[in-house]
């Protein structure tokens, strides 16, 4: 079984400063790993995903995140933060059926002017 | 090109109502999916058409939830009757494909219910 685990439900940093947000999964078979951005009255939008290859992955807006298996994480960085970047981030994992997403509970990113 | 879109954006019933929400995927995605999040809890999955057919629907609460998605294009997920513990955001998602593993879903902007 696949699960996934976010930690912080709340991130707030400064305008410009490194965005860290954690992200760690169990799998039993290698994963497919995902990071979604849900923005305010928006749907969710894929940021980024790994699959196989280079286990650093670049996204939209500046995010990228790196596939760790040893440590099985999956954070999600961005050098330098801007207001925009405000939103709640999930990160997800596909489980073994290959169809349905298995989200974390969610990381809300907040922005300091 | 339109992406997913739900119907209504928000909904607020009484308890042991009648609801009905409504998804449209992108045209020519194969794959619908609904999912929902309860407040302050994870997103999690409900279940899977592969066109007009339930490909999994492990993720279903009870059988006072019954979806639809007759001929293979939009799709109904109707609450009979209502619970409190049914408020949450409900996602649909839409992806092309069949049978590709990683194929990217689009998400609508989801419908809010609120039971009362």
Redesign the interface.
Known sequence: AQS?TQLGSHVSVSEGALVLLRCNYSSSVPP?LFW?VQYP??????LL?Y?TGATLVKGINGFEAEFKKSETSFHLTKPSAHMSDAAEY?CAV??W??????????TRLSIRP | EAGVTQFPSHSVIEKGQTVTLRCDPISGHDNLYWYRRVMGKEIKFLLHFVKESKQDESGMPNNRFLAERTGGTYSTLKVQPAELEDSGVYFCASSLLAGVIVNEQFFGPGTRLTVL
């Open positions: 996934v497919y979604y009255n928006q749907g969710l939008q894929l995903k699959t999930f596909i489980g059926s290959a169809s349905k997403i298995i989200f974390g509970s969610g």
